[in-house]
């Protein structure tokens, strides 16, 4: 299909059977319950706004988030839309870039906070955390801080008070700084007669990152 009859082709929305829909089983996108219950909560309260976009096989193309939401509430019928004319390539990049477009957009913080106080003093009975933003979000904006979706990272200390050996007590936690490698060093940090529940590093795909830079060799 040319790109002029994609543009032009009408799209209709169409109820299907939840069990009729495939989910597709290299959907790269993750659903945390949270994020499920936040699309449960918006179901609830605004109705199903977003229907799920598929080929005309039933595979999802997207909306697999909507769709758990959509079992979890015990919808047996959701609305979607048929995409017709795709090859198997562009509904993969559209899988992607339904999600990661969405993504690349940012906040006008003013407007944000005028939108959210004047919803937080409306006289009407509703939660805030339905816009997706989360108590302590919407305290950041309403008091004036920075964009909450950046890291607040403090400049670093002329005269750094912790130093490299230093092991630091929490209660029943304990943070060293020093080298992961170094056996005597992580044995210091756990303390004597602990066991490790969990340990976390590099990934694989980090590691194979390295490898193929040095088999490439330095960037001329």
Not at 119 to 128: E, H, S
Not at 162 to 183: A, E, M, N, S, Y
Not at 193 to 218: H, K, T, V, Y
Request: with cysteine; aromatic share 4%; proline share 5%.
């Amino acid at each position: 299909m040319t790109t002029d009859s994609i543009l032009t082709t009408p799209l209709s929305v169409t109820y299907r059977s939840v069990e009729s829909l495939r989910p597709d089983p290299r959907n790269a996108r993750t659903h945390p319950k949270r994020q499920v219950d936040q699309i449960v909560a918006s179901i609830r309260e605004f109705g199903f706004t977003n229907p799920i976009l598929i080929d005309v096989d039933g595979s999802i193309i997207a909306g697999h988030g909507r769709l758990l939401a959509a079992k979890t509430i015990g919808m047996s019928e959701v609305p979607t839309i048929v995409l017709h004319g795709l090859t198997d390539a562009q509904k993969r990049a559209l899988r992607l870039a339904d999600n990661k477009i969405a993504l690349n957009a940012g906040w006008n913080l003013e407007v944000l906070k005028l939108e959210l106080t004047d919803l937080a003093v409306m006289d009407v009975d509703l939660d805030l955390s339905i816009t997706g933003f989360s108590t302590g979000e919407i305290d950041v904006i309403l008091k004036g801080q920075d964009d909450p979706d950046d890291e607040n990272i403090p400049a670093v200390p002329v005269a750094p008070r912790t130093k490299p050996g230093d092991i630091w007590v929490l209660g029943d936690h304990r943070i060293g700084c020093g080298d992961g490698r170094d056996l005597e060093f992580l044995r210091a940090v756990v303390g004597d007669n602990a066991e490790i529940d969990a340990a976390f590093s590099r990934s694989a795909l980090q590691c194979a990152d390295q490898r193929l830079r040095q088999r490439q060799g330095p960037a001329s």
